[in-house]
């Protein structure tokens, strides 16, 4: 029986179909056998998109930030189980579904079939062939990252298995050492054939500049404390001694390779910080992007606006960010807040971090238009996470529940349970109630790169040029730059800053604690949040309380076992060659 492949082709048909029997007999066009696509360039690469589908973007209802300190999924959806330790091997929770094991293999195997059969295709443009293979070399790279990050060494499959190869299927755990380099070559290769920008509109393919942020990610988390252990025994769970800093220089040249190119810079198209960070993930095109998917509001386009808005706009709330995150924001000159200094806790969104105000919506802020049945509670379309007082017109005083609190009186479900909303991402002018956005989810950015740069310049005793490399990032944030002064620990606790808020939201979070072996306490403990009342003064003007709630919005526990994902029960039970990572 031949092998019948689906692949998703989005075109535009222009066909004259009144009265033709042919068409009628025609075979369905999602539908064709493997030795179809293999004789046909434009099937290879709709073959190739379809694999691009299989990179898992952030903008769903559940964010990796709800499995850290960032933010608080409001519902459960395996949440609680994965911030927890009922975590296990029979049970990852909510982390099954971004760490995707069983979706990455059944993309890797498609990537090694394209490498079988793509030198046979009849291609009349080989530079069609060229960049296809240095897209798949790219996707496979991906997807094996994917896979690492999470477990660390996995079983690298380079070969097509069919049902009966039995025990030829039964492979083992490579090392950790082996699948770096691996991912390595593979950037490496996709570095050679791709090109640095695609002539015709390509959007949302790769050029081998998103191979290079592929190494230099791969490069430095490899570098890190998580792989790195001492008296490691075990080389698929990381290094087995050698040479730690080599690695660093290996992760600072793959991020300086793409700094000297000059081709990416930090996005600043304004005077205002806010506004510039804003427009980071906005504005198509930015210079600040190396790789992104884009999409397209009238045919999937995103709903991340109304899976995190408030519910006071009658959107879900989803994704909250916790105080345990927003407390951790400096002030605006540098130093920390804190709730023990009077003055900062009576105005605590005052004066803060510029970046603060384009990622976290908090009683008070302002915010788009209200809905048509909201607008006479809120005619202006300000965030209300607070309770306060009001005076009826009887000249007695009720005490009233914001419109967007979980007692609201627009909506009393989907609502916060710590006081704040994400801002993040979102488009002020996008009704999110009934539209979709269009906002692209951004892989690889500028940012991320220069702060690559900076850990593992500062790994190697390079404190000037890190010092420097953060400072560019820091003061596009409207944030003052750090003196000669700050150097040693103190050097590298306002790197891990920067880097937290910098890319606050983007799923960095989640292996950044892990990596440098601080999550059993950065993801251990309560989820806090911030409980608000508004007293009335006798000018009809308010003046607010704020207290930290540190019980009832979530219990955390990450132990030592939870550095890596436990391979699943039923993935042990069928490879006897599948040893399981530590503690499970």
Same mark, same amino acid.
């Given at each position: 029986?031949?092998?019948?492949?689906?692949? /998703?082709?989005?075109?535009?048909?222009?066909?004259? $179909?009144?009265?033709?029997?042919?068409?009628?007999?025609?075979?369905?066009? $999602?539908?064709?056998?493997?030795?179809?696509?293999?004789?046909?360039?434009?099937?290879?690469?709709?073959?190739?998109?379809?694999?691009?589908?299989?990179?898992?973007?952030?903008?769903?209802?559940?964010?990796?930030?709800?499995?850290?300190?960032?933010?608080?999924?409001?519902?459960?959806?395996?949440?609680?189980?994965?911030?927890?330790?009922?975590?296990?091997?029979?049970?990852?929770?909510?982390?099954?579904?971004?760490?995707?094991?069983?979706?990455?293999?059944?993309?890797?195997?498609?990537?090694?079939?394209?490498?079988?059969?793509?030198?046979?295709?009849?291609?009349? =443009?080989?530079?069609?062939?060229?960049?296809?293979?240095?897209?798949?070399?790219?996707?496979?790279?991906?997807?094996?990252?994917?896979?690492?990050?999470?477990?660390?060494?996995?079983?690298?499959?380079?070969?097509?298995?069919?049902?009966?190869?039995?025990?030829?299927?039964?492979?083992?755990?490579?090392?950790?050492?082996?699948?770096?380099?691996?991912?390595?070559?593979?950037?490496?290769?996709?570095?050679?054939?791709?090109? %640095?920008?695609?002539?015709?509109?390509?959007?949302?393919?790769?050029?081998?500049?998103?191979?290079?942020?592929?190494?230099?990610?791969?490069?430095?988390?490899?570098?890190?404390?998580?792989?790195?252990?001492?008296?490691?025994?075990?080389?698929?769970?990381?290094?087995?001694?050698?040479?730690?800093? %080599?690695?660093?220089?290996?992760?600072?040249?793959?991020?300086?390779?793409?700094?000297?190119?000059?081709?990416?810079?930090?996005?600043?198209?304004?005077?205002?910080?806010?506004?510039?960070?804003?427009?980071?993930?906005? =504005?198509?095109?930015?210079?600040?992007?190396?790789?992104?998917?884009?999409?397209?509001?009238?045919?999937?386009g995103t709903s991340h606006?109304?899976?995190?808005?408030?519910?006071?706009?009658?959107?879900?709330?989803?994704?909250?960010?916790?105080?345990?995150?927003?407390?951790?924001?400096?002030?605006?000159?540098? $130093?920390?807040?804190?709730?023990?200094?009077?003055?900062?806790?009576?105005?605590?969104?005052?004066?803060?971090?510029?970046?603060?105000?384009?990622?976290?919506?908090?009683?008070? %802020?302002?915010?788009?238009?209200?809905?048509?049945?909201?607008?006479?509670?809120?005619?202006?379309?300000?965030?209300?996470?607070?309770?306060?007082?009001?005076?009826? +017109?009887?000249?007695?005083?009720?005490?009233?529940?914001?419109?967007?609190?979980?007692?609201?009186?627009?909506?009393?479900?989907?609502?916060?349970?710590?006081?704040?909303?994400?801002?993040?991402?979102?488009?002020?002018?996008?009704?999110?109630?009934?539209?979709?956005? =269009?906002?692209?989810? /951004?892989?690889?950015?500028?940012?991320?790169?220069?702060?690559?740069?900076?850990?593992?310049?500062?790994?190697? *005793?390079?404190?000037?040029?890190?010092?420097?490399?953060?400072?560019?990032?820091?003061?596009?944030?409207?944030?003052?730059?750090?003196?000669?002064?700050?150097?040693?620990? +103190?050097?590298?606790?306002?790197?891990?800053?920067?880097?937290?808020?910098? /890319?606050?939201?983007?799923?960095?979070?989640?292996?950044?604690?892990?990596?440098?072996?601080?999550?059993?306490?950065?993801?251990? *403990?309560?989820?806090?949040?911030?409980?608000?009342?508004?007293?009335?003064?006798? =000018?009809?003007?308010?003046?607010?309380?704020?207290?930290?709630?540190?019980?009832g919005v979530q219990e955390?526990?990450?132990?030592?076992?939870?550095?890596?994902?436990?391979?699943?029960?039923?993935?042990?039970?069928?490879?006897?060659?599948?040893?399981q990572n530590p503690l499970?």
């Open positions: 029986m031949k092998k019948i492949i689906n692949i /998703l082709i989005i075109t535009v048909l222009a066909l004259n $179909t009144a009265c033709n029997k042919d068409f009628l007999e025609k075979k369905p066009l $999602t539908e064709f056998t493997e030795e179809d696509v293999w004789q046909d360039p434009n099937l290879v690469e709709a073959y190739v998109n379809d694999l691009y589908t299989k990179m898992r973007h952030g903008f769903n209802e559940v964010m990796l930030s709800s499995i850290t300190d960032e933010s608080r999924f409001i519902h459960n959806y395996g949440t609680t189980t994965s911030v927890t330790e009922a975590q296990s091997a029979e049970d990852l929770g909510a982390l099954g579904g971004f760490g995707q094991w069983d979706v990455h293999y059944k993309a890797i195997r498609n990537c090694n079939i394209f490498f079988e059969m793509v030198d046979n295709a009849p291609f009349k =443009d080989e530079a069609q062939r060229t960049r296809l293979k240095g897209e798949v070399h790219f996707l496979r790279a991906y997807f094996y990252h994917m896979l690492v990050k999470y477990w660390g060494g996995v079983p690298l499959v380079t070969q097509i298995f069919e049902l009966g190869d039995g025990e030829e299927m039964l492979i083992p755990r490579n090392s950790f050492e082996e699948c770096v380099n691996y991912i390595v070559a593979e950037c490496d290769s996709a570095m050679a054939l791709l090109p %640095a920008v695609h002539e015709r509109d390509d959007k949302g393919r790769a050029t081998n500049y998103a191979a290079m942020a592929l190494k230099s990610r791969i490069l430095l988390y490899a570098a890190s404390d998580l792989f790195n252990r001492p008296g490691n025994t075990e080389p698929v769970f990381g290094y087995v001694g050698g040479d730690r800093m %080599a690695r660093w220089r290996l992760a600072r040249d793959a991020a300086k390779a793409i700094i000297d190119s000059n081709v990416f810079s930090l996005h600043k198209p304004t005077a205002s910080p806010v506004e510039n960070y804003t427009r980071v993930f906005l =504005d198509k095109d930015n210079p600040e992007v190396i790789f992104c998917k884009y999409f397209n509001r009238q045919q999937l606006d109304l899976y995190n808005g408030p519910n006071g706009y009658h959107n879900w709330g989803g994704n909250v960010p916790l105080e345990n995150f927003v407390e951790g924001y400096q002030m605006a000159d540098g $130093t920390n807040f804190s709730w023990n200094d009077p003055v900062m806790a009576s105005q605590p969104y005052v004066g803060r971090d510029p970046r603060f105000y384009a990622t976290i919506l908090y009683n008070g %802020a302002p915010w788009k238009k209200r809905p048509s049945d909201a607008q006479s509670n809120d005619p202006v379309g300000v965030i209300q996470t607070a309770r306060y007082e009001r005076k009826r +017109a009887d000249g007695t005083i009720e005490l009233v529940n914001g419109l967007d609190t979980r007692n609201s009186p627009i909506e009393n479900w989907n609502g916060t349970y710590t006081g704040y909303y994400l801002r993040k991402f979102m488009d002020i002018n996008l009704d999110a109630q009934f539209f979709r956005g =269009d906002q692209p989810w /951004l892989y690889f950015r500028y940012a991320e790169i220069k702060l690559n740069f900076a850990e593992a310049s500062l790994a190697l *005793g390079e404190e000037p040029v890190a010092r420097e490399t953060i400072n560019e990032v820091r003061t596009r944030a409207g944030m003052p730059a750090l003196t000669a002064t700050v150097t040693g620990q +103190a050097l590298m606790e306002m790197y891990r800053y920067e880097r937290r808020y910098e /890319l606050a939201f983007e799923e960095h979070r989640y292996f950044d604690a892990r990596r440098w072996l601080i999550a059993t306490s950065a993801f251990s *403990g309560p989820a806090k949040a911030i409980d608000i009342e508004g007293k009335l003064n006798p =000018d009809n003007t308010l003046t607010y309380t704020y207290k930290v709630l540190t019980s955390r526990k990450f132990t030592e076992k939870h550095y890596l994902l436990p391979v699943l029960a039923e993935e042990i039970r069928r490879n006897n060659k599948m040893i499970y």
